[in-house]
């Protein structure tokens, strides 16, 4: 019988100080690895994520032949070009990574071999066909579950014909996928969102030498373009970033310095809404790294306040939202989150999971389809908390465990998945943190 999986056990302590690097940032990885693995010659990636969606996304193209390799950081991908990859000789396993299945969905559906993806029963019930139903549309031949809804999928590689897109939701997986399927489809393939979603993929493809045009909501590529070999160097991830940074703002006392986060501004509606809320966080040393702009970001303890968080604002926000509302348990007043139905769909049902746990520690929450309202500020008391398999759940109730009363527990697998040293940057500050 296989051992039980760590806990992770947090509970109230000193200030947190310091300095705390966080790991390379997931959705640039992604594409990245991705990237470099559809153009020709050797790419190098810098500060990339060893978490374990973006070693998925890497497996992958190893079984469509390219070569791989670490030396100290710096990840190394040598590759003959998307129109050279060789039909792999198993099934692709995905993991639990999303953006794993959705981007190799689009441009393996170009491809002219058969391929199969698959994933672990999390990512086997998250939907598929906002990205396998417009990818039909250009021609794809895509069968799986519940009519190419789900997980495990096959896929019939055939030439695609470009066609313009117009997506349900902002979603920079679906817009990555359409755009990806671009690449190697016929025409032109453009996509128009509702409102603008994460930009990594448009910002990186100019470095591989493609081309691609930008009008407000729509982006369009041409296909047929033969991609160059490039370096990646990949900032700090906002996202992770966002647990330390809620964890020196709950702790009396605590002030910590990030160094070099990515503050992209279709991604940085956490810091907004944080600021709004009464955070006290500094921008320093703002630049650019590549074509991501990044900062220092140096937190400091400051009391909270609840606030409304309008819906333009969750796409920008969309993987911060289970850290801000537990945040708003110890906020003044209420903090309320809506036209966030896209939560339910996640590596959990975020928003069911949310408020059963915060509930579980003394939270008061009311849930509605789409979003929450927390209700602030509670006394938290410590308690064995379910991550529900996800990462994100399982490190915003670690984080409440340094403000609640009696000692926090959660299960430490999933964090692996895009902060492996989550507790040990914990630790280095200063929190009280144990594994057992």
């Not at 978490?51 to 040598?78: I, N, S, W």
Request: glycine share 12%.
């Amino acid at each position: 019988m296989s051992p039980a999986p760590a806990r992770l056990l947090t509970r109230k302590g000193g200030p947190l100080r310091g300095t705390a690097r966080v790991p390379g940032d997931k959705s640039i990885t992604h594409r990245a690895i991705i990237l470099a693995g559809m153009a020709r010659g050797t790419s190098t990636v810098a500060g990339y994520l060893g978490g374990e969606d973006c070693l998925a996304t890497l497996a992958a193209f190893r079984r469509m032949g390219v070569e791989a390799g670490d030396k100290d950081g710096l990840l190394t991908l040598e590759s003959p070009g998307w129109a050279g990859l060789k039909e792999p000789d198993t099934v692709l396993d995905c993991g639990n990574s999303g953006t794993t299945a959705r981007l190799l969905c689009g441009l393996l559906a170009g491809l002219p071999f058969f391929s199969v993806l698959t994933g672990d029963a999390s990512l086997r019930g998250r939907p598929m066909a906002r990205v396998t139903e417009p990818l039909v549309r250009m021609g794809a031949d895509i069968r799986g579950r519940e009519a190419g809804r789900l997980l495990p999928l096959a896929l019939c590689g055939r030439r695609l014909t470009g066609t313009d897109h117009v997506t349900p939701v902002a979603s920079a997986q679906i817009k990555s996928a359409l755009l990806l399927a671009g690449l190697t489809a016929e025409g032109e393939t453009a996509v128009t969102e509702p409102a603008r979603s994460r930009d990594h993929t448009e910002r990186m493809l100019p470095a591989f030498g493609g081309r691609l045009r930008r009008d407000d909501l729509t982006v369009s590529v041409h296909g047929g373009q033969t991609l160059k070999a490039a370096r990646v160097e990949v900032p700090a991830d906002l996202s992770s970033a966002t647990f330390l940074i809620a964890a020196a703002t709950l702790v009396p006392d605590s002030e910590v310095v990030l160094p070099g986060v990515g503050v992209n501004p279709t991604r940085d509606g956490v810091l907004e809404v944080l600021t709004a809320m009464g955070a006290d966080i500094e921008r320093r040393d703002e630049r650019t790294l590549g074509e991501e702009p990044v900062a220092d970001l140096v937190v400091r303890h400051a009391p909270l306040k609840g606030v409304e968080v309008s819906p333009e604002l969750v796409p920008r926000t969309i993987d911060e939202l289970p850290m801000l509302l537990a945040l708003a348990a110890r906020a003044e007043g209420t903090t309320t989150v809506r036209g966030a139905a896209e939560l339910r769909v996640k590596e959990s049902d975020r928003i069911a999971a949310l408020a059963r746990e915060l509930r579980r520690v003394g939270a008061r929450v009311d849930e509605y389809p789409d979003g929450l309202s927390v209700h602030g500020p509670a006394s938290l008391q410590g308690n064995a908390c379910e991550s529900h398999g996800d990462h994100r759940m399982a490190m915003a109730m670690a984080v409440l465990g340094l403000v609640a009363e009696g000692e926090m527990a959660v299960d430490a697998a999933p964090i692996a998945t895009s902060f492996p040293g989550f507790a040990d940057a914990l630790k280095g500050l200063g929190a009280r943190v144990a594994e057992r």
